[in-house]
């Protein structure tokens, strides 16, 4: 039988979907290059190259609940998860179906900030290992893993990371300041341009 493992980071934000009965969660399943202590002595990190392979293949990975296969949130395959990678980490984008209870509940306890963090289950294909003599501790580097799925839940083991929850009138209000920003940013530079003409 594989040795499946889980592993818990932070970094949510959420979005309520404008018409429609869906709201999105977006942040990261896993972050590269950051240290986590699993145990004394004992650090493990991922490797940037580490998801690559498990993306390429194009099997089914889920986001779910607290690692309940029974409350499925959302999936690749049905288009309701996409996954990632940039220079952090592994991101997720997920679009919940409102008219899912527990997923209502999810939804809400992020908001809270009861819900902190995400995890996941994989299996390790490809890892190293350092031992450091000056502290007597392991780094234990993930290379290569097979991704099952992500989780939403309390409590994340890779504290580096945060979540957020934003509903549509935090998000509009975003967007509009983004925009008050921008529109300084073109006249300040058209009024640059006026000054040189003269």
Not at 110 to 119: A, D, K, N, Y
Not at 159 to 171: F, G, L, P, Q, W
Request: net charge negative.
């Amino acid at each position: 039988m594989e040795n499946r493992e889980f592993r818990q980071v932070k970094d949510y934000e959420i979005r309520q979907v404008q018409d429609s009965n869906t709201t999105e969660i977006n942040g990261y399943i896993a972050k590269f290059d950051s240290p986590t202590e699993l145990f004394e002595g004992f650090y493990e990190k991922i490797d940037r190259g580490a998801f690559d392979n498990t993306l390429k293949d194009s099997h089914n990975i889920f986001l779910l609940y607290h690692h309940q296969w029974d409350k499925p949130l959302a999936s690749t395959q049905t288009g309701t998860l996409t996954l990632s990678v940039d220079n952090v980490g592994l991101r997720f984008n997920a679009t919940i179906n409102d008219n899912l209870s527990y997923g209502k509940d999810a939804v809400e306890l992020i908001r809270q900030g009861l819900i902190q963090g995400c995890s996941f289950g994989f299996s390790c294909v490809r890892e190293s290992n350092e031992y450091n003599s000056t502290d007597d501790s392991i780094m234990r580097t993930l290379l290569d893993v097979e991704l099952y799925e992500g989780s939403i839940l309390c409590i994340p083991q890779y504290e580096d990371t945060s979540v957020y929850a934003r509903c549509k009138e935090i998000a509009e209000e975003e967007r509009n300041k983004l925009q008050q920003q921008k529109d300084l940013e073109i006249r300040k530079r058209k009024l640059e341009i006026e000054l040189e003409l003269l």
